[in-house]
């Protein structure tokens, strides 16, 4: 059986001509690709902030061991059960001065509304590194925590006294060997000192002459003397002793508060509620589970964060349904709530309180004070 015809020619069929729009649209997909590797490579000058973890101040936490330790331990004072949660919200930054997001990341999370695309030097400051910017936000930490406590203790009822501590001296301080970091000043001059800017103000009234300071030093009290140095400051002449100093308080009972690898003022209001709500017999929240975000003074005064948006996202994420937000944050809260989410604006400690008890007796949401 013949499988050709050796009389028949096969001639190849022709290949038919690329479309010009194929041509193009095959080009295109070339410079797109080569672009997002472009892209993908190339180093920016933004960082992104997302949601971070969120922490329950009635729960617990790994601390730098792992081991998981309540992020509230009271002694000197009968403590209460809690139930639900009262969330402490955090934000993390993706990319430092080190390594910066390509910009295909930054692409993505422009778009994304859980996430906010910022400039370096926004988050960075010229001339601070990552391991300088992390020392700052873990003071900042250890000083929120102080003046929740204070916040806590002096809406209970406690009596909280507030002194100044020496942090730190400069290289050429005029109290080198006379002062020491973690020296509490308790008087200067004969006047009791409570606050830096009494001590501040005594210095430079003496114009130079010796100021008298009584201190207390591993618990046993002392009497120093120390002669300030003139110094220009913004272009203004002054006198210093050369030491930084942080606010702290003798507190009646022993509040420890103990959250690894967070830093910043933003959780001051949490901590506070939550300090009450261990101390206080009786839920605060009824139960409910309650996100918030503030800074605290010792006054009771809460004040704005950075990262809110974020935050309130990182609230959905955890499964809260109520935020208390800073009244001085309200301009980005508004028209940026997640679905699911009830926002509340407060400016003091009490008005906190106000919130939670109103959640805690189901009384009438639509009466607190929101976002607008």
Not at 11 to 17: G, S
Not at 25 to 42: K, M, Q, R
Request: a negative charge; one cysteine or more; aromatic letters at 6%.
């Amino acid at each position: 059986m013949a499988l050709f015809d050796e009389g028949t020619t096969v001639v190849p069929a022709r290949r038919r001509p690329v479309s010009r729009p194929l041509r193009v649209g095959v080009w295109a997909l070339a410079v797109a690709l080569v672009a997002l590797l472009t892209l993908t490579l190339l180093p920016s000058t933004y960082v992104i902030q997302r949601p971070g973890p969120v922490f329950n101040t009635l729960g617990s936490a790994p601390d730098s061991s792992g081991a998981d330790v309540p992020l509230i331990t009271v002694k000197g004072a009968p403590t209460f059960p809690t139930s639900g949660a009262l969330d402490l919200l955090t934000v993390q930054v993706v990319g430092n001065r080190e390594r910066t997001p390509s910009w295909f990341e930054l692409a993505l999370a422009w778009f994304d509304p859980a996430k906010a695309v910022l400039p370096l030097d926004d988050v960075f400051p010229q001339g601070q590194t990552t391991e300088q910017r992390n020392q700052e936000s873990a003071v900042m930490m250890v000083d929120s925590q102080k003046e929740a406590t204070a916040a806590a203790l002096t809406q209970l009822g406690y009596d909280v006294k507030p002194m100044v501590e020496v942090y730190a001296l400069t290289d050429d301080s005029a109290a080198q060997g006379i002062l020491q970091k973690g020296d509490i000043i308790r008087s200067a001059n004969g006047q009791a000192i409570t606050e830096t800017d009494q001590l501040r103000t005594i210095i430079n009234a003496g114009a130079g002459a010796p100021v008298r300071l009584a201190i207390e030093r591993s618990g046993a009290s002392e009497n120093v003397e120390v002669t300030p140095k003139q110094a220009t400051v913004d272009g203004k002449s002054t006198w210093l002793v050369g030491i930084s100093t942080m606010h702290d308080y003798d507190f009646p009972i022993d509040v420890t508060l103990q959250l690894n690898n967070v830093g910043g003022p933003s959780a001051g209001m949490m901590f506070a509620l939550g300090i009450i709500d261990t101390l206080s017999d009786g839920n605060l929240n009824g139960g409910a589970q309650v996100a918030g975000t503030g800074t605290i003074d010792a006054a009771g005064t809460v004040g704005p964060i950075g990262g809110i948006r974020q935050k309130m996202y990182g609230a959905v994420g955890a499964g809260a349904t109520y935020f208390l937000a800073p009244r001085d944050n309200c301009d980005e809260v508004v028209g940026h709530v997640p679905s699911g989410l009830r926002v509340f604006s407060v400016a003091t400690l009490k008005d906190s309180l106000q919130v939670l008890s109103t959640i805690r007796d189901k009384g009438d949401l639509d009466a607190l004070p929101t976002c607008r």
